[in-house]
């Protein structure tokens, strides 16, 4: 985690490095608000590690998780479990118990009813279609409801009927009375009450009129004593109804909202309505796809955590819209793998080698280390007999000086085992290369063959009568396109290889991997063992990412 000292400055560091040396306020409280009605995706992860960094950074500073829970349709308790795991997960901890807007449906109703008494709200009977046409246009001012100055007495009367359920939904609504001619469409008299008979999963059926978020976010924000309430730019609009709602309500708390620019990712789509069609037409397999930009995808990938706070502080917070590349996201978890994912070998294409000078009634324990920069991580043991595996790739019959691994005829180091030659290669009746025999020499076993001999290339394997089949998810960027929101039709821009399907072996020693643990699979990539699918019986690896950017260029 980061420290004070070491935190990047940003506008909003600013901002309240000054409230705090000016005595506004004492100490900072900020708060993450999620709509329980989606995954939270990597946009949201630069939004949790800003709004609980700042609390970690500065003293006696508090960050809330608050989940704003106005509109029942779309939420549900599952997605309030995985936000919590997410933010958990990320290694963030709230301040107290988790909230929910709905805590403050009372409070939230009776500032309604305050407004209303004060000639600041009005119950209005425009259906949808005359709502719409009433509002105007950006060029156009809008025109009073007909409802705009009835009485405060009967607004009071059917706002407390409405509460009662006595009427339909869509018949009656609730509105701020603002101004109509406002050049800005939110403060046209918005809607801040509606009639909706759905069961609410914090509540039950006790409501049957729900707030809007524009009027809820901000109240939620004052009754939790929010300093700084944090949002991305396209909130910007709704910062004077923000600021409205609150100074004509009698509550003392007044938040100062502040916006920062949404992270924008090459190659990733962020709308949660354009990430769920991606579920429902079953493109993916779920919100948890290890392709999809979701926190709970990316942690199913083998994304560290650490790589994810390491990237929201690299990519820093401005009030500028720009595009972030993915190669950047990526970068963050090639560095932390590097150093933390211990090694492990794993043959992704098999093709069988036969040592035949080698006893077939033998085998043996090499040793090697788990990192070859970190001892503490032990080391591993490898078991090594007549029959191996390597990497199909890894063979040629003939190739240039250029092509470093085995070749009829010529030697190749076996990682962190001996030196072979390769002899000759058995076909099959499609010429198709099943065996490859090759001889070892027993006096180069190690990484300094006690003969000094140089051996230009070093291969990986897997013994083959003492290991694990697995089977492997070699994942790409799902689209071919940098800006796949900007696509008539997303369909067109899938990667048709964004996930290939391999079987093949690992070493002996990854039965029981660990889900979601990172490895180095030397010279394939890191991967770790699949959170869902993977079972002792059927070993299921996803690749988090390659050893390098095979997209540059």
Not at 115 to 126: F, H, R, S
Not at 375 to 403: C, V, W
Not at 436 to 449: A, F, S, V
Request: contains cysteine.
């Amino acid at each position: 985690m980061t420290t004070l000292e070491t935190s990047p400055s940003n506008f909003i560091r600013n901002i309240i490095d000054e409230d705090l040396r000016t005595g506004k306020h004492k100490s900072i409280q900020t708060r993450f608000p999620p709509e329980p009605n989606g995954y939270l995706h990597i946009g949201h992860a630069k939004s949790i590690c800003l709004n609980f960094g700042i609390a970690e950074d500065y003293p006696n500073a508090l960050c809330n998780l608050r989940f704003d829970d106005t509109n029942p349709l779309k939420e549900d308790a599952d997605y309030v479990a995985a936000i919590e795991k997410d933010v958990l997960w990320l290694g963030f901890q709230w301040a107290g118990d988790v909230r929910y807007s709905s805590d403050y449906f009372e409070q939230l109703y009776n500032y309604a009813v305050e407004l209303i008494e004060n000639d600041k709200a009005y119950v209005c009977e425009l259906n949808a279609e005359q709502t719409r046409e009433y509002r105007g246009t950006l060029t156009s001012p809008g025109k009073d409801s007909p409802f705009r100055n009835r009485p405060i007495s009967e607004s009071l009367d059917l706002f407390a009927r409405m509460r009662a359920g006595e009427f339909a939904e869509g018949s009656l609504m609730l509105r701020a009375k603002i101004d109509m001619a406002s050049p800005n469409m939110k403060m046209r008299d918005p809607v801040i009450y509606r009639i909706r008979f759905a069961h609410h999963h914090q509540t039950g059926d006790k409501w049957c009129i729900y707030p809007m978020y524009d009027f809820t976010h901000c109240i939620s924000d004052a009754i939790e004593g929010i300093t700084h309430s944090l949002c991305t730019l396209e909130f910007e609009d709704h910062r004077p109804l923000y600021d409205w709602v609150l100074a004509n309500i009698s509550i003392a708390c007044k938040p100062r909202q502040i916006e920062f620019s949404r992270l924008n990712l090459q190659y990733t789509l962020t709308s949660k309505r354009k990430l769920n069609a991606l579920v429902t037409e079953k493109i993916v397999s779920g919100w948890d796809d290890p392709r999809m930009p979701t926190i709970s995808g990316m942690r199913r990938r083998g994304y560290p955590a650490a790589s994810l706070r390491e990237f929201s502080k690299r990519i820093g917070v401005t009030k500028q819209e720009n595009t972030v590349e993915f190669a950047s996201l990526e970068a963050c978890v090639r560095e932390n793998l590097e150093s933390n994912a211990p090694r492990a070998m794993a043959v992704i294409d098999p093709v069988k080698v036969i040592i035949t000078n080698y006893d077939e009634n033998q085998s043996e324990q090499l040793i090697a280390p788990a990192h070859p920069k970190d001892e503490s991580m032990g080391t591993r043991t490898l078991p090594f007999s007549a029959q191996l595996y390597i990497d199909r790739e890894d063979f040629k019959e003939s190739a240039n000086k250029h092509y470093k691994r085995l070749v009829l005829g010529k030697e190749v180091r076996l990682r962190n085992a001996y030196v072979i030659k390769a002899e000759n290669v058995v076909k099959d009746d499609a010429g198709n290369i099943t065996e490859i025999h090759c001889t070892y020499d027993p006096e180069t076993l190690g990484k300094n063959p006690s003969d000094g001999r140089k051996v230009k290339g070093v291969i990986h394997w897997v013994d083959a009568t003492s290991n694990h089949a697995a089977e492997f998810r070699i994942y790409e960027r799902l689209f071919l396109v940098a800006n796949p929101g900007a696509a008539e039709d997303v369909h067109e821009v899938l990667n048709p290889k964004s996930l290939v399907i391999k079987q093949g072996f690992v070493e002996i020693g990854l039965a029981q991997a660990e889900a979601e643990k990172a490895y180095q699979f030397e010279r394939e990539g890191y991967f770790c063992a699949d959170s869902k699918e993977s079972t002792a019986d059927h070993l299921v690896f996803n690749r988090t990412v390659a050893l390098r950017d095979s997209w540059a260029g």
